[in-house]
């Protein structure tokens, strides 16, 4: 493990800017909101709290091009884009949007794997930094996640330091520049992780959420209570774009000076063209686009990978303009487990 | 901070219901923290008296969802703010809206909280939240802290155009007026700024914007049955960000469509995830017919001929 103090941690970001493209949380000002950024001059950095933008899009891009048409000369080639190669490192991630890496893996990396995630996770050097400061609508803990360690390195702050605790092979790669600023330590700093994965597991959407429903699709898709969760929703795709975990896109061919190009960008299960085809789209009404997201999320997805497709952030439950979130929707499953049982 | 509190709201619902006024309710029910409450539709007073909430946080503008609402069979009453009328009116003169099939009971309004800001000051978790007497009281895991109402004010209510009820069946509160807190401040400072400046400050504002919508979906001069730009078809879909032009093109055309029905009400920025001041194009436009065709406010009186539509040999453009 290292230790660096609290000022030394400018120079250490400086030195891994030298060798590697870095990418820090990052806020402009009080209005405006929070994300991943080059790490550029190291200004306006924001490592308080958890982002209102996560990790996902440094990996799963908005929007990309994936492959270019081209016609010259009387013929036709395609050109896919290419995959772009040496490390990048992410400082300053938190547990939850690591989690959501996992979570987007177990989609990208099966057969017939994404070559582009693929590349972008491999190049990926993630240092987790731990969560001091949870806000009230943080419910990791409920999804197995740790807020004081994860990723390929997991910075903790204390009072005066930051320790950094190599977790993978691709961890490693930063010890030249941890060992030019930090120094090695023994110090046992579990009392410190225990202190935040308590603080995190009190937050009020945690206690909330703690009964996540245990049940299976035929028992919770036809509900009454799907009518009330969905009433309100507008429609709107806030919470699948800021989700750590929502990775739906469609592809669209546009064309170009000398032929077309092929972009993928995020879709949402939320939009009322979402998978439209020819015979419209199968989830007719607002109520079944809603229960969609979060079935996929609690009962889908945990029923064909094994996990869960929420990790807690919170994202959702700050920024729906309806607060038709994921907190009321798990307590009102919840109950509907009360009812079943 | 709201006028009437939470318990004088749940009597007058309950005796709307009681007295058959109307078969339903349209108001908040509590969320899971201070700052959440959902929209709801109650049917019976014990629902009113078990979920009804009403506080500095029941910032949603009622008046689009009466569009859907009002085609249900019935009728229902919804407490509104002062600037929910006016969209409310707009909304009634496009024909959107059954007046028949609406009981509004007008609120006093001081403004509403913008959490977003609040989270700013705090910078830490929000455990409760209290509105009273002109102060904000947050608990925190660090402690009490007290804000001065006007600190943690969405931006809306800080330039609040008008107190005023411009249609209700029933006022709770004292008849109010229109007010002038230099809404169009900001709009004069950007018109003050060089055309590569001004372009640099809706390029760098707008191009934060991921399409998630929210901006359409909340506004109330949006009803098309489908958006230009939920439409495959028209080669403009609903998500697609390929670059920086997309964006300004979807905010610029709605800006242009809502131009003369916009009421100002605010919703696009309250909603908007990524901060964009959206509401400075919709001023824009609306002090740009305020000097070109008189001073007009969109939805002050059922059935006004907006500028736009109406044709005088008086105006510029002739």
């Given at each position: 493990?290292?230790?660096?103090?609290?000022?030394?941690?400018?120079?250490?970001?400086?030195?891994?800017?030298?060798?590697?493209?870095?990418?820090?949380?990052?806020?402009?000002?009080?209005?405006?909101?929070?994300?991943?950024?080059?790490?550029?001059?190291?200004?306006?950095?924001?490592?308080?709290?958890?982002?209102?933008?996560?990790?996902?899009?440094?990996?799963?891009?908005?929007?990309?091009?994936?492959?270019?048409?081209?016609?010259?000369?009387?013929?036709?080639?395609?050109?896919?884009?290419?995959?772009?190669?040496?490390?990048?490192?992410?400082?300053?991630?938190?547990?939850?949007?690591?989690?959501?890496?996992?979570?987007?893996?177990?989609?990208?990396?099966?057969?017939?794997?994404?070559?582009?995630?693929?590349?972008?996770?491999?190049?990926?050097?993630?240092?987790?930094?731990?969560?001091?400061?949870?806000?009230?609508?943080?419910?990791?803990?409920?999804?197995?996640?740790?807020?004081?360690?994860?990723?390929?390195?997991?910075?903790?702050?204390?009072?005066?330091?930051?320790?950094?605790?190599?977790?993978?092979?691709?961890?490693?790669?930063?010890?030249?520049?941890?060992?030019?600023?930090?120094?090695?330590?023994?110090?046992?700093?579990?009392?410190?992780?225990?202190?935040?994965?308590?603080?995190?597991?009190?937050?009020?959407?945690?206690?909330?959420?703690?009964?996540?429903?245990?049940?299976?699709?035929?028992?919770?898709?036809?509900?009454?209570?799907w009518?009330?969760?969905s009433a309100h929703c507008l429609g709107c795709?806030?919470?699948?774009?800021?989700?750590?975990?929502?990775?739906?896109?469609?592809?669209?061919?546009?064309?170009?000076?000398?032929?077309?190009?092929?972009?993928?960008?995020?879709?949402?299960?939320m939009y009322s063209?979402?998978?439209?085809?020819?015979?419209?789209?199968?989830r007719l009404t607002q109520k079944e686009r809603y229960r969609q997201?979060?079935?996929?999320?609690?009962?889908?997805?945990?029923?064909?990978?094994?996990?869960?497709?929420?990790?807690?952030?919170?994202?959702?439950?700050?920024?729906?303009?309806?607060?038709a979130?994921?907190?009321?929707?798990?307590?009102?499953?919840?109950?509907?487990?009360?009812?079943?049982? | 901070?709201?006028?009437?509190?939470?318990?004088?709201?749940?009597?007058?619902?309950?005796?709307?219901?009681?007295?058959?006024?109307?078969?339903?309710?349209?108001?908040?029910?509590?969320?899971?923290?201070?700052?959440?409450?959902?929209?709801?539709?109650?049917?019976?007073?014990?629902?009113?008296?078990?979920?009804?909430?009403?506080?500095?946080?029941?910032?949603?503008?009622?008046?689009?969802?009466?569009?859907k609402?009002?085609?249900?069979?019935?009728?229902?009453?919804?407490?509104?703010?002062?600037?929910?009328?006016?969209?409310?009116?707009?909304?009634?003169?496009?024909?959107?809206?059954?007046?028949?099939?609406?009981?509004?009971?007008?609120?006093?309004?001081?403004?509403?909280?913008?959490?977003?800001?609040?989270?700013?000051?705090?910078?830490?978790?929000?455990?409760?939240?209290?509105?009273?007497?002109?102060?904000?009281?947050?608990?925190?895991?660090?402690?009490?802290?007290?804000?001065?109402?006007?600190?943690?004010?969405?931006?809306?209510?800080?330039?609040?155009?008008?107190?005023?009820?411009?249609?209700?069946?029933?006022?709770?509160?004292?008849?109010?007026?229109?007010?002038?807190?230099?809404?169009?401040?900001?709009?004069?400072?950007?018109?003050?700024?060089?055309?590569?400046?001004?372009?640099?400050?809706?390029?760098?504002?707008?191009?934060?914007?991921?399409?998630?919508?929210?901006?359409?979906d909340?506004?109330?001069?949006?009803?098309?049955?489908?958006?230009?730009?939920?439409?495959?078809?028209?080669?403009?879909?609903?998500?697609?960000?390929?670059?920086?032009?997309?964006?300004?093109?979807?905010?610029?055309?709605?800006?242009?469509?809502?131009?003369?029905?916009?009421?100002?009400?605010?919703?696009?920025?309250?909603?908007?995830?990524?901060?964009?001041?959206?509401?400075?194009?919709?001023?824009?436009?609306?002090?740009?017919?305020?000097?070109?065709?008189?001073?007009?406010?969109?939805?002050?009186?059922?059935?006004?001929?907006?500028?736009?539509?109406?044709?005088?040999?008086?105006?510029?453009?002739?």
């Amino acid at each position: 493990m290292y230790k660096c103090s609290k000022e030394s941690l400018g120079a250490l970001l400086s030195a891994i800017n030298e060798k590697y493209a870095l990418y820090v949380p990052k806020k402009h000002g009080e209005g405006s909101v929070s994300s991943f950024e080059a790490y550029g001059d190291g200004e306006n950095m924001y490592l308080s709290g958890i982002t209102d933008r996560g990790i996902k899009e440094l990996f799963f891009p908005q929007c990309e091009e994936i492959a270019r048409f081209v016609t010259a000369n009387g013929a036709f080639g395609v050109k896919e884009t290419a995959v772009k190669s040496g490390y990048n490192v992410i400082f300053g991630a938190r547990a939850c949007d690591i989690k959501g890496l996992q979570t987007l893996d177990l989609v990208f990396l099966a057969e017939p794997e994404d070559r582009l995630y693929k590349s972008r996770r491999e190049a990926g050097i993630v240092v987790s930094l731990s969560c001091g400061e949870p806000s009230e609508t943080c419910f990791c803990t409920c999804f197995g996640v740790d807020p004081s360690k994860s990723g390929d390195i997991a910075a903790i702050g204390t009072d005066g330091a930051y320790y950094f605790e190599i977790l993978t092979e691709k961890g490693r790669l930063l010890i030249p520049e941890l060992s030019s600023v930090c120094k090695t330590t023994d110090d046992d700093i579990e009392a410190e992780r225990d202190k935040i994965r308590a603080k995190a597991a009190l937050m009020p959407a945690a206690l909330a959420a703690k009964d996540l429903p245990d049940k299976k699709t035929d028992e919770l898709f036809d509900l009454p209570v799907w009518d009330k969760l969905s009433a309100h929703c507008l429609g709107c795709g806030t919470c699948t774009y800021l989700c750590p975990t929502c990775q739906c896109y469609d592809i669209k061919d546009s064309k170009t000076a000398d032929g077309a190009a092929r972009c993928r960008f995020w879709d949402s299960c939320m939009y009322s063209d979402f998978t439209k085809m020819s015979a419209g789209q199968p989830r007719l009404t607002q109520k079944e686009r809603y229960r969609q997201r979060f079935m996929h999320k609690l009962v889908y997805f945990k029923e064909n990978q094994g996990i869960y497709g929420c990790v807690g952030c919170g994202r959702c439950v700050r920024k729906c303009p309806a607060s038709a979130h994921m907190i009321k929707v798990i307590k009102e499953l919840g109950k509907a487990d009360e009812r079943h049982t | 901070m709201q006028k009437q509190n939470g318990t004088e709201l749940k009597n007058k619902a309950k005796q709307l219901l009681q007295n058959k006024t109307v078969d339903r309710v349209a108001g908040f029910c509590a969320g899971e923290f201070a700052y959440d409450p959902s929209p709801c539709v109650f049917y019976s007073a014990e629902e009113i008296e078990e979920n009804m909430i009403y506080d500095c946080f029941c910032s949603p503008n009622f008046s689009k969802f009466l569009v859907k609402e009002t085609k249900k069979p019935g009728r229902i009453a919804v407490f509104m703010k002062p600037c929910d009328t006016y969209s409310l009116n707009q909304l009634i003169t496009e024909h959107k809206i059954d007046k028949d099939k609406i009981y509004i009971a007008g609120i006093g309004c001081d403004g509403m909280v913008d959490v977003f800001k609040l989270r700013n000051k705090t910078g830490s978790a929000i455990l409760k939240a209290s509105c009273d007497n002109g102060a904000l009281t947050v608990k925190t895991p660090d402690g009490d802290m007290t804000f001065a109402f006007d600190e943690v004010l969405a931006e809306r209510c800080l330039v609040c155009k008008s107190k005023k009820h411009v249609y209700y069946d029933e006022l709770l509160c004292e008849p109010s007026f229109e007010t002038d807190t230099g809404r169009f401040d900001k709009v004069e400072q950007i018109e003050k700024m060089s055309a590569d400046a001004r372009y640099e400050f809706f390029r760098s504002e707008l191009s934060k914007c991921i399409r998630c919508n929210a901006c359409r979906d909340a506004c109330p001069a949006c009803t098309c049955e489908t958006c230009v730009f939920g439409e495959s078809s028209s080669g403009a879909e609903s998500r697609e960000n390929a670059n920086e032009f997309e964006e300004k093109l979807f905010h610029i055309i709605r800006a242009y469509h809502v131009a003369g029905r916009c009421t100002d009400c605010g919703e696009c920025s309250r909603v908007c995830p990524q901060r964009i001041p959206l509401h400075l194009l919709n001023r824009k436009f609306i002090l740009d017919i305020n000097r070109f065709y008189g001073v007009y406010q969109a939805g002050e009186t059922v059935g006004q001929i907006p500028p736009l539509t109406d044709k005088n040999e008086s105006d510029p453009e002739v």
